[in-house]
């Protein structure tokens, strides 16, 4: 752009966004947005918060230094030279102030040695006194392009002093004038701020360079990763081809033997069918008789006399003959009926589900065979971890590449079915390997395992699988307004680092936590002003960022981990981007904030920036949803107005629902929130019955704790779960103003 062009569009270039007025002194915020001090000043003091400031434009919030000073941040001496360079395109509409009698006059001149404009009356003071004899002057009218450029040059002035800046402070790490390096500065190490300048550039040349190499480096990796991408996905596309091959004959041979037994099943059928058949006909030609004799007797008690009915009457005679005798029965329930049963071959069974379809080898190998041996344990707990050490012998100079090939484990239960999660394998690099495992339910179960293909010694190991019991821990909080303390605590989420973040409601408040109860730190306050909430219910971390459902604002709001506003979204009505009293938070597998929209009898997924994304439970299948979770490719909803637990697919389409209204096992009384553990089990908090039971994800019932009381592991009104790092659930209790944790 030339200097001209520049010049015409300069004002849009000097306004502040703030008060769109031009900077006056304008500061620059570490995000390089600049802004005029007292518009920062103005926002600051709005905030109430002295510390740091929120960038108007980039919402990122920064710390202050100096003690929240507003003074100490960069003033941008760019913008300060284009705000001198502005009253010269304007002089022949608006004229120009005069430098030394402040009137406005079109007719000025600007000394570029004093950096000031002079208007025609004073500009023969100005020229007369003797220092300013080699002063560059230089009428308005005759100012050419390259005389706007010189201005924009001009080196920027102080503001304390206003002389120019010369020098470079090297303990404060400021540019400063003479009289600051005389005053203020005095006994400092300065330099010329030209030599500082000069030194500053050559370090960003070279640093520039040095990110332009690695950036080329990056350019070339990428180039190699790429070439990489490109010949795995044609080799995992030709070993795919493989596999279903292989998996085609194999449902090919099952189809095969399938299609033999049903044929057999079908003409055993047909034979128990026409047996069945003919004694139906049988059964109904007596019926016939039957109904006839029963009409005649009919008639003969309607119309004779007492001497017709004494007469000798074959029919009576039947009739009575049968009466006495003991009426002949089938036996319909299908035990002997039905002469045939499927066998199911176990042992084909138990081989589709011990053995692999094949293995895939990342490098060629012959490890020598080895002796193996082990010990399992005998007794585990449903959903905790249990771990078997494994020893093996002879496996010196033996090359393992994929421990999951060399050592293998399964667990089944008596029906043959997997009960556990995906083993893990931990080589201890001393000969043995440690297994772990969390079960899935309660029951006698084997595992097997094997090393290098050979079954351990002793393997299969027999268990016997006990329900988990949940032990009280750690318990934190009463009821006050006190830090620490609560005033009916509804949801609490976990982060990364094991801190704790509870919703405080009805002191309008969140509270952070470590995971020992120790508080760390609180935020907010009641009102509708970003930052405030009204009635705070439910919470969840995504990316260290907290997520807030603010109820009775009917909005979500998102702050960073430290407390601080950064986004909303949502408002009071019933359309797609609006909330009425939104409850439980989760984020989805795509990182998506799911909100349990109540009032609306909806659950609905929104982006991180708040963009409306689609929603769950259409057609009125969901009469008032408090939390709702994605979990695999299922929707898991507490639906209060029902009493009971529904699942929907990823597509949200309705899947199965479980539990209903009691006090028994799988039955709620009020179902809140959820959360599933790390052996993948369904928490429920069933507040009214003051209880957590625990499901699998099919809503089996496994085990519950907690009783109506105030005693630790007891409850009165439990509403929501998390789980920490080490396996740890916390629950929040929304009638005893208490959060606990068990184990």
């Known amino acids: 752009m030339d200097i001209k062009t520049f010049l015409d569009n300069i004002y849009e270039h000097v306004c502040c966004p703030v008060c769109t007025n031009s900077f006056t002194n304008p500061k620059l915020l570490p995000c390089l947005h600049s802004f005029c001090l007292h518009c920062l000043q103005r926002i600051q003091a709005t905030s109430g918060i002295r510390g740091s400031i929120l960038c108007p434009e980039c919402r990122r919030n920064f710390a202050i230094p100096g003690n929240g000073d507003l003074n100490t941040l960069p003033t941008n001496f760019r913008l300060n030279s284009l705000l001198d360079a502005l009253p010269v395109t304007q002089c022949e509409t608006s004229g120009i102030k005069c430098g030394n009698c402040d009137k406005t006059r079109q007719q000025s001149a600007y000394c570029f040695t004093c950096c000031s404009f002079w208007c025609d009356d004073c500009l023969p003071f100005h020229n007369g006194i003797r220092t300013n004899k080699e002063h560059h002057v230089l009428a308005l009218k005759d100012f050419r392009d390259e005389d706007f450029e010189n201005i924009l040059k001009q080196p920027p002035f102080c503001a304390k002093h206003e002389e120019k800046l010369k020098f470079f402070c090297q303990v404060c790490k400021t540019t400063i004038c003479y009289s600051c390096a005389v005053t203020d500065h005095e006994g400092h190490a300065k330099i010329v701020l ?273 329900p988990r019991l949940f032990k009280p821990v750690l318990s934190f909080g009463n009821q006050g307004s006190a830090d620490g303390m609560f005033s009916r605590p509804w949801g609490v989420a976990v982060n990364d680092k094991d801190e704790i973040a509870v919703t405080d409601s009805n002191h309008h408040r969140i509270q952070i936590f470590k995971s020992d109860g120790t508080h760390l730190r609180s935020f907010g306050r009641e009102g509708n002003l970003q930052g405030q909430f009204n009635l705070p219910r439910g919470i969840t971390f995504y990316n260290n960022n907290i997520i807030v459902s603010d109820t009775a604002n009917h909005r979500i709001q998102i702050f960073d981990d430290q407390g601080h506003y950064l986004d909303q979204f949502g408002e009071k009505g019933n359309l797609d981007h609006q909330l009425d009293r939104p409850l439980g938070l989760s984020i989805d597998s795509d990182g998506n904030i799911i909100v349990a929209d109540r009032n609306n009898n909806l659950i609905k997924i929104f982006s991180l920036d708040g963009l409306f994304l689609r929603r769950i439970g259409e057609e009125g299948s969901l009469l008032k949803p408090i939390h709702c979770i994605q979990h695999d490719n299922y929707f898991i909803v507490s639906d209060n107005g029902d009493d009971c637990i529904k699942v929907f697919d990823k597509q949200g389409k309705f899947l199965y629902k479980f539990g209903k209204r009691g006090d028994g096992d799988r039955e709620f009384s009020e179902a809140f929130c959820l959360s599933v553990d790390r052996a993948g089990h369904l928490l429920v908090c069933d507040s009214w019955n003051h209880r957590v039971q625990v499901f699998m994800l099919n809503g089996k019932f496994l085990t519950m704790f907690g009783a109506c009381g105030e005693e630790e592991g007891k409850f009165n009104g439990p509403i929501s779960t998390a789980i920490l790092s080490n396996g740890r659930v916390i629950v929040t209790e929304f009638s005893n103003h208490r959060v606990q944790v068990f184990e």
């Not at 480096?217 to 180039?223: F, L, Y």
């Not at 095969?256 to 057999?264: H, L, R, S, T």
């Not at 034979?271 to 030609?285: A, H, M, N, S, V």
């Not at 393992?400 to 999660?421: A, F, K, L, P």
């Open 194 to 466: 030209e030599d500082a300048a000069q030194e500053r550039k050559l370090k960003i040349f070279r640093a520039v360079e040095v990110k332009k190499r690695k950036a080329q480096n990056k350019v070339t990796r990428i180039a190699k990763l790429s070439e990489n991408c490109i010949q795995v996905q044609e080799e995992a596309a030709r070993i795919k081809s493989d596999i279903q091959q292989f998996t085609d004959n194999l449902i090919a041979a099952i189809e095969a033997k399938k299609n033999d037994i049903f044929d057999e099943l079908e003409m055993k059928a047909k034979q128990c069918l026409e047996r069945l058949g003919e004694k139906k006909q049988e059964i109904e030609e007596e019926m016939k008789r039957d109904q006839t004799a029963i009409e005649k007797s009919d008639m003969i008690l309607k119309r004779s006399t007492s001497a017709q009915i004494m007469q000798p009457n074959d029919l009576l005679d039947e009739l009575f003959r049968e009466e006495g005798e003991q009426e002949e029965t089938d036996d319909l329930d299908g035990e002997h009926i039905i002469d045939f049963a499927f066998q199911r071959n176990k042992e084909l069974l138990n081989d589709v589900h011990a053995k692999k379809l094949g293995f895939l080898k990342s490098r060629k190998t012959n490890p020598k065979e080895s002796t193996v041996e082990g010990k399992g344990i005998c007794e585990g707990t449903v959903g905790l971890k249990t771990e078997i050490v494994v020893k093996t012998r002879n496996i010196l100079g033996q090359q393992v590449y994929d421990q999951n090939d060399y050592v293998t484990m399964e667990i089944r239960n008596h029906e043959g079915h997997d009960c556990s999660t995906k083993p893990q394998i931990h080589d201890n690099k001393d000969g043995s390997y440690e297994i772990s495992y969390f079960a899935k339910e309660s029951g006698t179960c084997q595992a097997s395992v094997k090393v290098n293909g050979q079954h351990v010694h002793g393997s299969p190991f027999k268990f016997e699988f006990k």
